[in-house]
């Protein structure tokens, strides 16, 4: 199959939405995990509108990522800047890959906690925070070098569908 020059807009679109959702997550993450501490007490939570958003957007980042991943294999994505090292190639490769980990994995393990009742499952959810939180900063800081130090354009990739 030969490689696409850019994204769709649908790869776009998602990118985007899952961005979005995933900073949500973070910055709405008090109310579940004060929900979590009654549950793990013995007590029953309140599903209040913002715990609730919790829930339905992670299960979202979970449907919009493996659609992502039925995309980048059906349709493919565009390969990196030829100018690019081969080192710092792979490097992004390997990140894109552990984001796509951490959209899978995030929800599966906060919904076996939050469905379940789990406790070991909620750790593991809390444990993965910081590796999301340092690859999602990696990711921004690699754009914002592509865009002004680099000046290669590497942004409008997501920005502007190409076939
Ligand atoms: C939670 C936030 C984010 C996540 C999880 C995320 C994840 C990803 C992933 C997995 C890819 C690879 C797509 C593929 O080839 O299948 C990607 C590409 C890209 N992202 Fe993000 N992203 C996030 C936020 C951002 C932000 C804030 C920016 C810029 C300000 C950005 C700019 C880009 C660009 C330019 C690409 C294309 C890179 C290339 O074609 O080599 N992303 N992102
Ligand atoms: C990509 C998706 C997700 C992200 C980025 C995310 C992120 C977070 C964060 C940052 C916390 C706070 C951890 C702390 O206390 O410091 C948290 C807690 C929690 N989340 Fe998620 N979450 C996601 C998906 C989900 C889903 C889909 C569910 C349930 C269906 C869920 C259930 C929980 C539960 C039960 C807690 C409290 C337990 C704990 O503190 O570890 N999460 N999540």
Known sequence: MSLPKGYSRAQIALHWVVAV?????????????????????????????????????GLAVLVFAAWRLVLRKTRGAPPPPEAEPAPLKLAAHL????????????????????????????????????????????????????QFWLKDGLMLRMKRAEK
């Open 95 to 146: 990140g894109h890959m552990a984001l796509y980990a951490l959209m899978i994995l995030m929800p599966i393990t906060g919904a076996v906690a939050w469905f379940g009742g789990i406790e070991a499952s909620a750790e593991v959810h809390e444990a993965m925070k910081p590796a999301m939180l340092i690859l999602v900063a990696v990711h921004l800081l690699a754009a914002l070098w592509h």
């Open 21 to 57: 959702l995933i900073v949500l997550q973070f910055v709405l993450h008090e109310p579940i995990a004060e929900a979590w501490d009654v549950i793990e007490d013995g007590g029953v939570a309140a599903f209040d509108p913002v715990v609730a958003m919790h829930v339905f957007g």
